[in-house]
């Protein structure tokens, strides 16, 4: 096991990215059952409030990740000080994705519906970086030979077509698959062929004057989201909280 480490981590400079990946992953899991105590009202912890000024962790996170990413990009790929700077940052990327819905609707939605897109982010970024720890290189450029990767021309058409695919793949409504398609070619490939989401900018443009294939399009979203939307939304609500139900509208009379 030690042999396997040294030989595809330490090696080949991937140290530092696999301990980011492990600080990133550890941050997120502390920092939502720090939230969820709170939220409780269990525990030693609350919020960070001086003057009144509710300080979000996004704030520390912001000076982490710059303080690391600067630093993990002057240290290299090996050494201690490659490896200190690289916790660091995946320590305060963990911070700011966890509250990366806030930063996108701008409001602190953090416990309601649109915060399941800070974890829906946070495990898509940590299945990115486990691939690339893994072996997987941008466009499917990994999968070359080294006799295709000395013809320049094979090089160049290898990234175009993979890059048309995982952009085909996101106009048809399918960004996780177009993101994890950039990594994992064949991904992109199958969501470059399958139909678009009906609310998609592929079918809204290609789709219109085709209801066969728009019908088939709704019912195929429908029966992938009954199928999925179950499981996907027990599985955020274990790693990040249940959202907070939304207030019932006062009935006649209140």
């Known amino acids: 096991m030690g042999h396997w480490f040294h030989q595809n981590i330490v090696e080949p400079g991937k140290l530092p990215m696999l301990l980011a990946l492990a600080s990133f992953v550890?941050?997120?899991?502390?920092?939502?059952?720090?939230?969820?105590?709170?939220?409780?009202?269990?525990?030693?912890?609350g919020n960070v409030s001086p003057g009144g000024m509710h300080i979000h962790h996004v704030v520390p996170g912001v000076v982490l990740t710059v303080v690391g990413g600067f630093g993990a990009a002057g240290s290299g790929t090996h050494g201690v000080t490659a490896a200190v700077f690289s916790v660091i940052f995946g320590f305060g990327a963990g911070l700011v994705l966890d509250e990366f819905a806030l930063i996108l609707h701008l409001d602190d939605v953090?416990?309601?519906?649109?915060?399941?897109?800070?974890?829906?982010?946070?495990?898509?970024?940590?299945?990115?970086?486990?691939?690339?720890?893994?072996?997987?290189?941008?466009?499917?450029?990994?999968?070359?030979?080294?006799?295709?990767?000395?013809?320049?021309?094979?090089?160049?058409?290898?990234?175009?077509?993979?890059?048309?695919?995982?952009?085909?793949?996101?106009f048809k409504g399918k960004l996780?698959?177009?993101?994890?398609?950039?990594?994992?070619?064949?991904?992109?490939?199958?969501?470059?062929?399958?139909?678009?989401r009906p609310v998609s900018p592929w079918a809204k443009r290609f789709y219109r004057h085709r209801?066969?294939?728009?019908?088939?399009?709704?019912?195929?979203?429908?029966?992938?989201?009954?199928?999925?939307?179950?499981?996907?939304?027990?599985?955020?609500?274990?790693?990040?909280?249940?959202?907070?139900?939304?207030?019932?509208?006062?009935?006649?009379?209140?």
């Open 26 to 45: 550890v941050c997120f899991l502390l920092t939502r059952t720090i939230t969820r105590l709170i939220r409780a009202g269990k525990g030693p912890f």
């Open 110 to 170: 953090y416990w309601s519906e649109q915060g399941r897109q800070s974890v829906e982010v946070v495990v898509l970024a940590a299945a990115m970086a486990f691939l690339v720890i893994g072996g997987f290189a941008p466009l499917g450029v990994n999968s070359l030979s080294d006799s295709q990767q000395d013809g320049r021309g094979t090089v160049i058409a290898t990234i175009v077509i993979d890059f048309l695919l995982a952009l085909i793949t996101a």
């Open 176 to 196: 996780r698959m177009a993101l994890i398609g950039t990594l994992v070619p064949f991904v992109a490939l199958v969501g470059a062929i399958r139909l678009a």
């Open 211 to 254: 209801p066969k294939r728009r019908a088939r399009a709704v019912l195929r979203a429908y029966r992938h989201d009954i199928r999925w939307s179950g499981p996907s939304r027990r599985f955020q609500d274990l790693i990040g909280g249940a959202p907070d139900k939304p207030a019932l509208p006062p009935g006649p009379g209140r």
